[in-house]
């Protein structure tokens, strides 16, 4: 691609802003770095398949030379934080590669709910090592617990400091170690993260994902996460709407709300979820949609007149994740989850009398220290009366350093029994059965389905609906008649001209894809770097010659 000078500048001052940091600024957060020691690889007595590959060390980094290859595991607000570091590398001018192998650099986002997602996290350490990559770490596990033995001597990017990863990265390329933890603080007081007008590269370019608040107000005994996320801290009102108005002139066509809890949104600015979301629908083109994250129900109950015409507006999806975790009041107790059985009944009746159709999702635990039978059979049946389309099923881990974790624990193999008559019962009913063949529905697709033969698109409900790849459906809202149904989908047709297809994606390109405009800027960013770099470069030799001249006369 031929591209002039005009095309990346407009005048020469493009080149420096006042905005840009001075030399200065630059520097003054050095005392986040520290140098590490050459490792002197011994290989007497090596095992061949635990060899480690020499990390190539840089002096400098020039932008467009090296490849990032990012990894996630964990919640929408994960991968929201991996988005907003993909945006800032890719503007920084690194090349993001799904290659790891390719990749100079690992940056590894990670999970802290779970023992098996955080094996998994140290596994793919291991793995760089061995592969002589150099790696820099985030998420929840290195915030939550930085001094765990396989995290010695790694880069760490806190959850509050994802706007800082491109430095984190230079220095790691360099040979240096860089651990940024802190709380982020403005005018001496703690804000829920980086700015939401970052730039950000979408794993999914027509779905914005869109953090309201980091942290919660519960003490759940068994979770880690609150070590990492900490205390409730919201996004101004105003920054959620503008995110939200500017993702969609960008081209996205549906908002995902995410946090650690949704429902407690406000409470430390004065203000509520319901207040919110109102503020949103009226910047919701028409076409497009919003889907709510997962509230705990301590914080839903007081709002459920509100959150039922919320959920009823027509750019809303009805759907609400809502986790009780236990069927047992005892054991509620135990977890420390603040409600009891009664209250959760109480909201999932509520909203199915007021929001017909809606979709309730919800979490269980198997096996929570002290569960006995009776305690189970409780959880059962309340399974058993609501029929969950959506019931996520997990065994208990102990959590180091949690307080459930020193509870007395259920033995494993009853877990394990127990897990299994959850996962029956889930499965001994269809949801998607209400629906007859025939059944017309209005569908908002966005995404591929794994295995690529299928436009996936979602109703009102948030329900699954399985298309043929016969036409470009992507960023389309459009009429479909149903033919069949699975257990987690159903199948259709469209039975629209693509005439009559309604275009939500503003900028839809011939293979379905949404060219966002954020993404468009990190490349032009790329650009603007490299011409700044040989600029200077050029500038600084000059500059020596005349002084080397001048020296010589």
Known sequence: MDISCQDIIGDIEDLISLDDPSPAERYLNKQDVTVRTKRVKVRANRPKETST????????????????????????????????????????????????????????????????????????????????????????????????????GLSVVGVQQIDRVAEVVEETLKGHSVRLLQAKKVDGRKVAGPKLALPKVRKNPLIEVIPINSGCLNACTYCKTKFARADLVSYPVQEI????????????????????????????????????????????????????????????????????????????YSFLHIPVQSGSDAILGEMRREYCVKDFERMVDFLRAQVPGITIATDIICGFPGETEADFD????????????SLFINQFFPRPGTPAAKMTKVPANEVKTRTKRLTDLFHSYEPYKKYEAGTKQTVLVTEISHDRKHYVG??????QILLPMHNNLLGKQVEVEITGCTKFSMFGKVIQGEQEWKNCSKRSTADGTTASSLVAGAEESKYRSIFAYFFISCSLAIVCKYIFMFLDF
């Open 458 to 463: 979602h109703n009102k409900f948030y329900e």
């Open 241 to 316: 709407v503008d995110r939200a108005q500017q993702v969609f002139q960008d081209g996205v066509c549906e908002i995902w709300l995410t946090s650690e809890d949704t429902g407690t949104y406000g409470r430390d600015i004065g203000s509520s979820l319901p207040e919110l979301l109102w503020q949103l629908v009226e910047v919701i083109p028409e076409g497009c949609m919003m889907r709510l994250g997962m509230t705990n129900p301590p914080y839903i109950l007081e709002h459920l007149d509100e959150m039922a015409k919320i959920l009823s507006h027509a750019r809303v």
């Open 378 to 389: 409780d959880t059962l049946a309340l399974c058993e009366k609501y029929q969950f389309p």
């Open 53 to 152: 590959v020499e990390k190539p060390l840089l002096d400098s980094v020039i932008p467009e030379t090296q490849h990032i290859y990012m990894k996630t595991w964990g919640c929408a607000h994960n991968t929201s934080d991996t988005e907003y570091m993909a945006g800032q590398l890719a503007q920084y001018g690194y090349n993001l590669t799904s290659d790891k192998d390719s990749a100079d650099l690992w940056v590894l986002n990670s999970c802290t709910v779970k023992n098996p997602s955080e094996d998994t996290f140290r596994n793919e350490i291991e793995a760089a090592h061995q592969a002589g990559k150099h790696v820099v770490v985030a998420g929840c596990v290195p915030q939550a617990a930085p001094r765990s033995d396989y995290l010695k």
